[in-house]
């Protein structure tokens, strides 16, 4: 018999997590599987637009998130978000919708029903740290992160713009420093937390994409950090999957692997490898781990 | 120059409540720029709208006013501080108690008018009473004074006959 | 078919109240205690004030324990005896207009004590006292009471209440028919109603708020509203009346239940909790507000009918 | 019976043209009570008014009706000649005919009935009119003083050299406030201490200024012209009356190393100190927070040095009631902190900017102590971190100021012209260093000020660059600042030595506690608020307490001087009487009618509503009412809208006078 669920949710994996990021997608069922806390796809869920639809035509972009979120409405618990993109067009359209009447209307007519601004949003370092809460999340680890420098990478679209996601403070947040901390792991002080790493850009310049993506690693690195922790995918394929490339452009070596929130956390609670899909991580994380003891 | 009046059969009453630092002040204005608007408003002048009883709308519909206008100084303007602020719930609360009696509440207008708006005035003063003039005398609160009868009224023949018996 | 109401509970209240008043007044706690007692007639009720321990078992708590025992607290509080405390018996509804006494500076809660009733309802009338207290008999502010159990009192009962059938929401249905009607319909059934009115003043006399020392309308010099029993009059007295008790009015109801002409008197008094409610969040409550919703302001409020 | 004498002005042609001023009087003279009814072609001239006069006396008329203009325009005319002919002048109103008719009406037959019906309401009106005796409170003739700054030191210097008695009353233990910690000042460069200590030694040396350092506003009561202050006067451990500020207690003082928040926490003091050598009074303090005495029960040794014997140890806080008739808040500003964010508080930090963790971030005032001759380096540009000569130096302007995000959506005011001024000073003393400027707006409207920016530029070779700073960070001995340059659209790093935040300018902490005290009201940035921000900017609405300098909104000095200046002025226009009269429009309690209920007193905005107790012979409480104080009541009349049983009046506009002319119509 399976024990009951301590909290449900309905998820939104996004298209990423179905595509380049399918270890973020596996960790994260199997990380809140462990936890207790059912997730349930939501079906017929589409993509959100991400970056380039607002660019295009917002009332498209408003649209699809707002069907999405309506989709949401048939499964019961808040929406939970593992890309920061998605999580920040959600967040955006539910913001925008709620302070113009006029789009609003549009937007009910285009998607023909009711937009439902009041379900709750919420990206998956909020469900740990708040609404699981530390204190509980602490008391799930049994391998804890012990020895391991994390420089926890926020990226742009987690926290910004001011009143959209509100989900920490917009310039100087804390959020995954205290769920990482939670596990056990150490973090550091660093510079480029939240800067850009040029997502948007990563086929059409991705000349600007390395020169960017470089100062973050390059400042992770000085700040002594063994790895990279994210909550984005987009950010990820960035850090991990050009790595390699930015030491060849920049002549360096980094060897920083980067890890999902939700693999870290997965890892601290005892689940595998297999289970953590660490084995598609491009910058080959278990040298790292095993100097660790955590593999 | 001047279009011959047309002669109205139904001339309505207004009587208009307003404040003098603001109202009172900008009907002063439309009186020297000489502006020009029916002839059908009283003005009564208060220190600030904030002192303006409801009671006073009462009695004048009762009175038989057709029309009742209360206006004052806009918003963070009030001479007194916070006057209209006051004012501003109390006739929020007032007008829908009167619309849930069955008072028409195009009857009753709020405006809050500056001592620079002139035009404002003019322009309050004149869409209300041509509302009201559409709309025709103000009956209600006439026929009741009019009415004599009461709980105790003779209003049954059995009654009727034991009254005459008396 | 009409659904019964479970008041069994009202055994061990009557019983705790009458232990409880025993006790208060027999350390000295109280000078008295207001509370409720069995009438001449079978099943009626009657408030009673209680000075003497020995008599204390004469309070009882029934469904036609329908007072405000408020009142007695402002109006006839000179006939009341001054030293101590006084102890008084109140159900959630009667609490919130004492809760509002407090915060209009009409009483004071350290000169009282408060023996809160967990209320499952009270008969809409007590022409018959003894009826059963049924959904269709329980009256209509019950049906939309929010406030069964009160809070903040000295003293409550321990008991349980009884889950109590849906009931209808008589007021809210009457006033979402009256606001759907033409203002002209709207005038003619008011008309009607006030016509009715014998000017006795019985709403003001049983109305806890109503604790002017001298009443507006009984004026006339000036004379701001017309006193004469006639539909005029009547008009006014009602409309002012409302007005009065706007953002105050505590729901109690007791001036419908007095009217011997059975004008639907609370139903002005809804209206009005419920615009004050949708306009400034403001609802009768059984916490002591410093300021009344037309005794205070924001500087948003909503001004969309002023030009 | 009235005998009511009515008078029709045709002022000139300006109300006979469109009224039948004959018939109006005619008709008029027909209404019950009127004794007396004509026309005139002005009766505001002197005929006019003769006409008026004599009329009273000639016809023993007990009210008058003038109906000519606006009472706006005339009421005190007419009104003053009432009073001349015998009358009480609220006897008399005015009923407009002018502006209410003649002028917007062309039909003379609707005109003239309209003008019948408005003379018959005022008629009606002032029939129940009565005689209002003047109101008049007695002035004491005293001010206090809320602040040592710049507006207090000037506004205490104005007053007290009127010849009035002056309370100055300064929280720190010395007066001063920030203008004694800046270096040099905008647009001239001259020297603050130079020009502003001769300013601190006039106040202590001036017989008619009362001092009282180191203390803070405990209690406000009363009203214009009556207030009792209660000050709390802080232990100071020192006698002022027996100490001769020799300074042996600080130079012997074993506790060396205590941040000097004049200093803004770059320089030391003792434990027992002035806080800078110019101090007014030059009485030193004890900080008990740090003394070893006070901390260990040992020590005592500034108490063995001292020669006169002034250390107390035992010196206890005094509380102390002035009475004074005016009051002046020149409570001035204080300097938002980036790295905390304020509990309670809209403003969020700025966590980016690292102030307080990057120790050579550093805001405007600590630059001003740096560049300061007697500040902790002796005038030297030095960083905090190491005590290098910084050669790259980058100032960011609107740090909080007009950032809406960050909870501040006003513009500081004066971080354009320091920024400007700092540029200078840097230069000036680090020839070889370079000076960038963040800058959003430069905003310099002000006598000389534009030049003096310009200057900046064009000869002290800073470089201004548009655009906001994202994001500082430590990298080796540099700080990285990354920014952007909108003019011309592209991101910049500069590596600097030092970074200077303009912060915002805020209230003083603790700003709404005082206003609550006083009962002046104060804006969601708890700035305080003036009573008309055009006509009457010094003045609070409360009557009686006047406002000087950064308390009300971010100033510069020339501004604060000159609003301390005016405020001042009204103080003493107050005082220049002996009595205080005002307009009889007031709100009177029927005590007979009124329950306590004060719903009056929830609504007025004056706070003139008081609770008075009612007791019979043998003292026994009866109930407790309502008590308007005329002193301080507006006259809105607001609290009679809302008193249920109408158990207060006000004069001049009673329920009576407003009946009697709605039942005219």
Known sequence: MTPKNIMEYSYYPGCSLHASAGEYDLSTRELFKTLGIGLTEIPDWFCCGATPAHNVDELLSLSLCAKNLELADSVEGDVAVACAACFSRLKTTQHTLKENETKRKQVEKAIDAPVKLDSKVKHLLEILAKDLGLERLAAAVNKPLSGLKVACYYGCLLTRPTDVPNLDCTEAPTIMEHVIEAVGAETVAWTHRLECCGANFTLSRPGVVIQLTNAILESAKAAGADCIMVGCPLCHGNLDIRQKEIEGVYNTNYNLPVFYLTQLVGLSVGLGSDKLGLDAMIVNPTPLLKEKGLL | MHPEKQKNDFEPKIIAFVCTWCTYAGADLAGTSRMQYPANVRVLKFPCTGRIDPVFILKAFQQGADGVLVSGCHPGDCHYIAGNFHARRRFAAFRKLLEFIGVDLDRLQFSWVSAAEGGKWVEVVTDLTEKVRAMGPMAEFKELAMEEQWSGAINTSELKEAYEAI | ?307 | MSRIGVFICHCGENISRTVDVERVALEVGKMPGVAFSTDYKYMCSDPGQNLLKKAIQEQKLTHVVVAACSPRMHEKTFRKAVEAAGLNPYLCEMANIREHCSWVHENKEEATAKAIEIVGMMVERVKKNRSLPAITVPVTKRALIIGGGIAGIQAALDIADCGHEVILVEREPSIGGHMAQLSETFPTLDCSQCIMTPKMVDVANHPKIKLYTHSEIELVEGYIGNFQVTIKKKARSVDEDKCTGCGVCMTKCPQKKIPNKFDQNIGMRTAIYVPFPQAVPNTPVIDRENCTMFKTGKCGVCQKVCGPGAVDFEQQDQLIVEAVGAIVVATGFDLYTINEKPKGSAIKGYGEFGHGKIPDVIDGMTFERLASASGPTGGKILRPSDGKEPKQIVFIQCIGSRAREKGISYCSKVCCMYTAKHTMLYHHKVHDGQAYVFFMDARTPGKSYDEFWRRSIEEEEAVYIRGMVSRLYQKGDKIVVMGSDIAVGVQVEIEADMVVLATAVMPQKGADTLAQKLGISYDKYHFYSEAHAKLRPVECATAGIYLAGACQGPKDIPETVSQASAAAAKVMTLFSKDQLEREPIVARVREAGCVGCFACKKVCAYGAVEEKEIRDRQGNLIKVVAYVNPGVCGGCGTCQATCPSKSVELDGYTDEQIVAMIEAL
Request: aromatic share 6%; proline share 6%; with cysteine.
């Open chain 3, 1 to 307: 078919m009409t659904q019964p109401i479970d008041t069994s509970i009202y055994a061990a209240i009557t019983e705790a109240i009458q232990a409880e008043a025993k006790r208060l007044l027999s350390e000295g706690q109280v000078s008295v205690v207001i509370g409720y007692a069995a009438g001449r007639r079978k099943g009626s009720v009657q408030p009673v004030v209680v000075s003497d321990a020995a008599i204390a078992d004469k309070l009882i708590f029934t469904p036609a324990s329908v007072n405000n025992l408020a009142v007695y607290l402002t109006k006839a509080k000179k006939e009341i005896p001054k030293s101590g405390k006084i102890g008084v018996v109140v159900k959630g509804c009667d609490l919130k207009a004492l809760v509002g006494l407090m915060g209009e500076s009409q009483l004071k809660r350290e000169e009282l004590y408060l023996i809160g009733v967990p209320c499952a309802g009270v008969l809409a009338s007590t022409v018959q006292p003894d009826t059963v207290l049924t959904a269709d008999t329980i009256a209509s502010k019950c049906c939309e009471c929010d406030a069964h159990l009160p809070t903040g009192c000295d003293f409550v009962p321990n008991v349980t209440l009884p889950t109590r059938p849906q009931l209808e929401w008589k007021y809210a249905a009457e006033i979402a028919r009256l606001e759907a009607l033409t203002p002209a319909e709207r005038w003619s059934f008011w008309k009607e109603q006030f016509a009715k009115c014998i000017k006795c003043y019985a709403c003001r006399q049983v109305c806890p708020f109503c604790f002017c020392e001298q009443c507006l309308c009984d004026r006339n010099k000036p004379q701001m509203v017309e006193s004469t029993p006639r539909p005029a009059g009547n008009t006014a007295w009602h409309i002012v009346r409302a007005m009065h008790l706007a953002g105050r009015c505590a729901g109690c109801a007791e001036c419908e239940r007095v009217c011997p002409m059975d004008i639907p008197l609370n139903l002005l008094n809804r209206k009005m909790a419920k615009e004050l409610k949708e306009l400034y969040d403001y609802e009768a409550s059984l916490e002591v507000n410093e300021k009344g919703p037309l005794t205070s302001y924001t500087d948003k409020d909503d001004q969309s009918f002023i030009k």
